[in-house]
């Protein structure tokens, strides 16, 4: 049968990959981002796929997406929280003031990495499905190393919402998990600016001597999402090439 899957972020890079792999398996896929053109575009070349432009930083706007979704889908079997990225690349405020900068930088990146994740789930929790739904989120091996700052931070407050939400949910036969990927090409998260000499050193860091791609992270949850995990849950699983090992 047929499963609704809600996946923000769905229009570009690894949320596109995530929605390619459940549209395989005929999936009912419903794409979120603030971007209406790439969401469209998306979704016409996916069977099925619907196309809710929205920003999920603004609490209305997540209402009115579970409100679209509740109209038009009733319950949501796998939510997938793919939206966020480099909260350098956000337009930067006039000032010069130091302080100001990085209270920039620090809130916007937790709105664009937390904030819209824990929105659009707050906002569909009470559709998901019943025994059987999946939640996911994706973090990144920043939240581990400690490294990128803002970014990194805000990808980790995902993974005590995640361990907390899963202990709520548990008894609704819901699962969720977390999934941190390292370095993934084909993404926008750099801007196109990643010095190769960088890039060089993120992939010698890897155990396969490769960069990831999208399809190797949709890969991932597209299996937690399926009935062959159903007793995972609140767990954080890495995809990076062994770059970062253990935890």
């Known amino acids: 049968m047929a499963r609704t899957v809600v996946i923000s972020g769905g229009g ?50 997540a209402a009115r997406v579970a409100r679209v979704i509740g109209e038009e889908f009733g319950t949501v079997d796998v939510l997938v929280n793919c939206a966020g990225g480099n909260g350098g690349l956000e337009p930067r405020p006039e000032s010069t003031d130091r302080l100001t900068g990085v209270a920039h930088a620090w809130s916007v990146n937790f709105r664009l990495n937390t904030l ?22 994706l973090s990144s091996i920043a939240a581990y190393r400690g490294s990128g700052g803002a970014y990194g931070a805000s990808k980790a407050a995902l993974h005590p919402y995640a361990h907390g939400l899963a202990a709520d949910l548990g008894p609704r036969g819901v699962t969720v998990n977390v999934v941190a990927p390292g370095l993934i090409d084909d993404t926008e998260f750099f801007g196109g600016r990643m010095p190769p000499e960088r890039r060089q050193a993120r992939i010698d860091e890897t155990l396969n001597g490769r960069s990831g791609e999208p399809g ?28 970062e090992r253990g935890h």
């Open 12 to 61: 570009t890079g690894i949320g596109l990959a995530t929605a390619m792999a459940f549209a395989r398996d005929g999936d009912r896929t419903v794409l979120v981002g603030r971007r209406a053109e790439v969401l469209e575009r998306a979704a016409a070349g996916l069977d099925g796929a619907v196309a809710c432009p929205a920003d999920l930083m603004v609490p209305e706007e």
């Open 116 to 137: 819209t994740a824990v929105l659009l789930t707050e906002a569909l929790r009470d559709r998901l499905a019943s025994p059987g739904g999946r939640v996911l989120f």
């Open 216 to 243: 190797d992270v949709a890969g991932t949850v597209h299996w937690l999402a399926s009935r062959a995990a159903a007793h995972i849950t609140s767990q954080v699983i890495q995809v990076n090439g062994g770059a």
